[in-house]
């Protein structure tokens, strides 16, 4: 694996050995600018790979350019398991959005990212301009749904996406029940749909080079689970627990990751539930279509 290196114009990556869900294995962390620099994602809290980033950090000044400011696109362990101990090693502020930091700040917090200090509150729509010979523009996207914080950055100029936990280009999303929501989550995927980015920077996997294609595609495959889901609801009868939906729901999915799938079950089903097509009782929950 090489690292880092260009993937394009004006932005580099890195990948870190993170404890992600499969089938990745590391997080993207990523350089925007020619002169002035955001690192996105402090997210390994392993101590080698976070030698290997503060050194590549630190030689991004042999290019003529200088970090700024350490940008984190959401909460989760394998985004901001490093933000403590980069920040303070590199002297640079955290940045993100307000709902993340406010997770961050709950009990419990990510190991690495516990008591760390953020700077910047990162706002929808606000823009982040990086001096140098060819200034860049990042547009704040705020993106919920697969955390409550997300946020993607967006240079309209030309067209390239850091698109955090939105998508991946090895494996899926989770979207479960905590964190997610997946009526917002289908509807951020369909904004992004709409900007014509012309290439995706996620933090799992290669770039996207027609993200478009994908975030249709990611909707496409999430409202087909759910009709899934429906169907199983509506065939089982009242009255039915999670436990027992998930075979069928999740029959073409591995029985290894049914825990997970189990998540993303609960996800549709509390959709559902928000758009009157089912509803849950002590018993387990039921399709709408049964309880009238």
Request: aromatic residues 6%; hydrophobic residues 45%.
């Amino acid at each position: 694996m090489q690292r880092p290196r260009t993937v394009t114009l004006g932005v580099e990556m890195f990948s870190a050995r993170t404890p992600t869900l499969p089938p990745a294995t590391h997080t993207n962390s990523y350089a925007l600018g020619g002169a002035e620099v955001l690192l996105v994602e402090p997210a390994t809290p392993f101590e080698d790979e976070q030698h290997a980033w503060i050194e590549w950090a630190r030689g991004l000044a042999s290019q003529g350019r200088q970090a700024i400011a350490i940008v984190a696109t959401h909460h989760h362990p394998d985004h901001v398991g490093g933000a403590v101990l980069l920040s303070r090693e590199l002297g640079l502020p955290l940045w993100a959005h307000a709902r993340t930091i406010d997770r961050l700040n709950e009990p419990g917090a990510p190991s690495g990212a516990a008591g760390a200090s953020f700077g910047r509150r990162l706002e929808e729509g606000e823009v982040l301009e990086l001096a140098g010979p060819a200034p860049q523009r990042w547009r704040v996207l705020h993106t919920p749904g697969h955390a409550p914080g997300h946020v993607c950055l967006f240079d309209e100029a030309h067209g390239t996406l850091i698109a955090g936990d939105m998508v991946a280009s090895e494996g899926t999303i989770l979207i479960e029940p905590r964190d997610g929501d997946m009526i917002e989550y289908l509807a951020q995927l369909d904004r992004l749909a709409g900007l014509g980015a012309v290439v995706a920077l996620p933090a799992h996997g290669a770039p996207i080079e027609h993200p478009t294609a994908l975030f249709r595609h990611y909707i496409a495959h999430r409202l087909g689970r759910e009709a899934k889901v429906a169907a199983a609801l509506e065939a089982a009868g009242p009255g039915v627990a999670l436990d027992a939906l998930l075979p069928v729901a999740y029959a073409d999915t591995p029985v290894f990751l049914w825990p997970l799938a189990k998540l993303s079950l609960e996800a549709h089903l509390l959709k559902l539930e928000r758009e009157g097509r089912a509803a849950r009782a002590s018993d387990g929950w039921t399709s709408a279509n049964l309880s009238v």
